[in-house]
Structures are given as structure tokens and as C-alpha cells.
């Protein structure tokens, strides 16, 4: 009787496990267009909550007018930041209509990595050894450890600084669960990571040599089909200098419903590709909402577009591409509530 319950039990404990979201690089890795309100908020009392399968409740955050502005960020091609020759290895970048501030990454199946940030020629770092950030596909309790090392330009005594950065990172899926955000959004489904960074920075100052030793940890909140996370809490600590800063952010975006948001995105087909004369686009809109279809290149120029009339149900399009270089194209689709964009060879 006690083995028939201890086995009941494992099976339980089995179907638990293997009942977590799973998500892959389609999910979580940004595509061009993609587009994201992040709302900074206050920082006071705010912790990032236990592990586990858990509802999050973050229903409370304040947006702080003391802190950064709101922040659009948004997935644009490398070529169009005029920085690929610095950041050789990125397929995508982010950009930051705030700041200016652009965010390089390596983007494949199986791996999220971090080439490097420019902000400005005084405030940027390039990594020659990416940092690791997400493996896919991932789920709950999967984990990872990284080491990464590239140089790092800042300003320091009024003197601009080139820093050698080498550090380390393990990062974990830690829970599972509901996360509630201002606004009366509910999220199911949801992914928690936490990512544990340890570096140094090595340079010399005034011809003497200057060492900072820091700790990064992040928890973010990712569920499936979207490709930003939900909710970042972020600390950074200098080790011994008693200097910590404190970010909390999430994603204006999640308003939409999941329902919208999937069936866009995974119904949304093209064929043949590689094209040569003709681009069939098919897709499903789940409202009545009008959809603009466009077809841009790899520096971000719309070279044909069109606005689909608000009609619920399959959807498509042809495109005449017989007229076009050969190369590497996007095709975005952007409704009222989200932008979804797949690569297209033309040949």
C-alpha cells in the first residue's frame, strides 16, 4: 500500500513538472518591429517575491516621475543603428526612443546573447565573448552558467575610460505561476528567471590601475508569445564600494490578451520562401481589426506595404517581389495590439 501511494505520488510530482509553460526562441527573442512601452516605477519596498509556483502580485507599482521616462523600445535591424561594424556579431538590435540607448544581441534557436549597449562613443561595451541570457527551449528549474569578457568605455573624473570586463552568469527558472500587473492585468502562464552576474572591471586612471568588482541579479517574468519580459526587477551592487541602484520596469504591451496575441503570430504563414515572383502572406485575425502587411529590408525601409481591411478570420496577401534585389527581408504585420515579423529570402 505504502509503494502504491509513494508511486501515486511521483506521478503527481511528474505531471506537475511537465505541466510547465515551455518556451523557445520564437517566444522570448525580440523580431524586428516588435515594440514595447516599458513604465519605470518606484523602487520602495518592492522585492521580486519567492520561488517556486507562485501569483505574483505587483497589481500596486507606482510609476515614479523621479526615475527615467517611459521608455518605447524597439527591435530594428543592425544595419539601420550605422553600428555593424562595431557590433559585427548582432543579427537584431533594440533602440530606445528615451535614450538613444541601442541594445545588441545575438539571436538563434537555441541561445539569447548579449554583443554589447551603445549609448554614446563615451558610454557603450562590446562584448568579444557575448553574454549568455536565455537557452532554449527552457522551463521550470532549467539553469545555466556563463562566462563572458569584452571592454567597456565609460566616463570617470571627467575622463573617458576603456575598462576590460570579465564576469560570470548563472541563470535559472525559478518559477512558475500568475503574475498581476497595474491596470488589472492578469498573466498565466508565466515564466520567472532569475539571473545571478558577477564581474570586474580593470582599467587604468590617471595612469594607476582601478578595480570595481559588481553583482547583477535580475529576476524577469516572460510568458509565451511575446518577446520582452512582463516585469523586470533589477539591483546592482559595487562590491565593497556600498553603491546599489535599483530598477523596476514592465511591459505596457501585456494589455493585450494572450488569445490575440498567439493567434496572430502562429497562424502567420509565408510561401514560397525563398521567393522570386511572388510572396503569398496568410495569416488569422482573431477581431475586426485592420492589419498593415509591409515588406522592408534590411536597413528598415518599407519597400511595399498594405492595409488590410478590419475583417475577422484567415487573411491573405500576395506581394509582386519580382522587381526586388535579391537578399534578406522582413514581412510585419501590425495590428491595434501587437507587431509580428518573419524573415523572407528574396532570390
Not at 60 to 79: E, Q
Not at 304 to 311: D, F, K, L, N
Request: glycine share 6%.
Amino acid at each position: 500500500m505504502k509503494k502504491q501511494l509513494l508511486s501515486a505520488l511521483l506521478l503527481a510530482g511528474t505531471t506537475a513538472t511537465f505541466a510547465q509553460q515551455t518556451l523557445t526562441a520564437t517566444d522570448m527573442t525580440p523580431a524586428i518591429g516588435n515594440s514595447f512601452l516599458n513604465v519605470n516605477c518606484d523602487t520602495f519596498n518592492i522585492q521580486p517575491g519567492a520561488a517556486g509556483n507562485q501569483t505574483w502580485n505587483f497589481a500596486g507599482l507606482l510609476n515614479t516621475s523621479t526615475g527615467p521616462i517611459n521608455d518605447t523600445t524597439t527591435a530594428v535591424s543592425v544595419a539601420s543603428t550605422g553600428l555593424a561594424s562595431l557590433y559585427s556579431a548582432a543579427n537584431i538590435a533594440t533602440n530606445s526612443t528615451a535614450t538613444g540607448a541601442k541594445i545588441f544581441l545575438i539571436t538563434s534557436a537555441t541561445k539569447l546573447q548579449l554583443n554589447g549597449y551603445f549609448q554614446s562613443a563615451t558610454q557603450n561595451a562590446v562584448f568579444s565573448d557575448p553574454i549568455d541570457q536565455f537557452h532554449f527551449p527552457v522551463t521550470y528549474l532549467d539553469s545555466f552558467t556563463d562566462t563572458y569578457a569584452g571592454a567597456v568605455t565609460f566616463t570617470a573624473s571627467s575622463t573617458t575610460v576603456t575598462a576590460t570586463e570579465a564576469g560570470n552568469v548563472k541563470v535559472v527558472c525559478d518559477g512558475w505561476g500568475t503574475l498581476k500587473l497595474p491596470g488589472g492585468v492578469t498573466d498565466t502562464g508565466v515564466l520567472r528567471f532569475h539571473s545571478s552576474q558577477v564581474f570586474r572591471d580593470s582599467a587604468l586612471l590617471f595612469g594607476l590601475p582601478m578595480v570595481a568588482n559588481f553583482v547583477l541579479n535580475t529576476y524577469s517574468w516572460y510568458k509565451k508569445g511575446y518577446h520582452a519580459p512582463l516585469l523586470t526587477i533589477m539591483t546592482s551592487d559595487q562590491v565593497g564600494g556600498g553603491i546599489r541602484t535599483k530598477t523596476v520596469t514592465y511591459a505596457k504591451k501585456n494589455t493585450v490578451s494572450l488569445n490575440d496575441v498567439s493567434r496572430l503570430d502562429e497562424s502567420l504563414a509565408l510561401y514560397p520562401n525563398p521567393a522570386s515572383n511572388e510572396l503569398k502572406v496568410r495569416f488569422e485575425s482573431v477581431n475586426n481589426s485592420p492589419v498593415t502587411i509591409s515588406l522592408t529590408d534590411l536597413t528598415g525601409r518599407t519597400v511595399a506595404s498594405v492595409a488590410q481591411t478590419a475583417t475577422q478570420g484567415i487573411q491573405s496577401v500576395n506581394f509582386d517581389v519580382s522587381s526586388l534585389a535579391k537578399g534578406l527581408y522582413f514581412v510585419q504585420l501590425q495590428s491595434a495590439e501587437e507587431t509580428v515579423s518573419r524573415k523572407v529570402t528574396i532570390q
